[in-house]
């Protein structure tokens, strides 16, 4: 997430889960100031780094959870095309 996208989604909370990685925490921050941090003493895992991501945004009434990969490159847009579905999907009445 970059600081031009947070500048047009200042709910976003970006939470980046370090396990013992060589990602470095300033040049993260440089690129996402908001994005809180959390560090691991030790390679946890994948699975339980993504579920202790999930927890933080929940605990912060995260309505949309998108959970990324440090590599992945994203097409400028998908962030808003991702939330408008997910308004589409939440505004469609309810069966059964």
Not at 49 to 73: C, F
Request: hydrophobic share 40%; glycine share 6%; charged share 20%.
């Amino acid at each position: 997430m970059t600081t031009a996208t947070a500048d047009r989604w200042p709910s976003v909370l970006a939470v980046v889960v370090n396990s013992n990685g060589r990602d470095d925490l300033e040049r993260c921050l440089a690129v996402c100031p908001r994005a809180t941090w959390l560090a691991n003493p030790a390679n946890v895992g994948y699975t339980r780094a993504v579920n202790q991501g999930i927890a933080r945004g929940l605990e912060n009434h995260a309505r949309y959870v998108w959970v990324l990969n440090n590599d992945v490159v994203l097409p400028p847009d998908m962030l808003r095309r991702l939330v408008d579905v997910g308004h589409s999907v939440h505004a469609q009445p309810k069966e059964g």
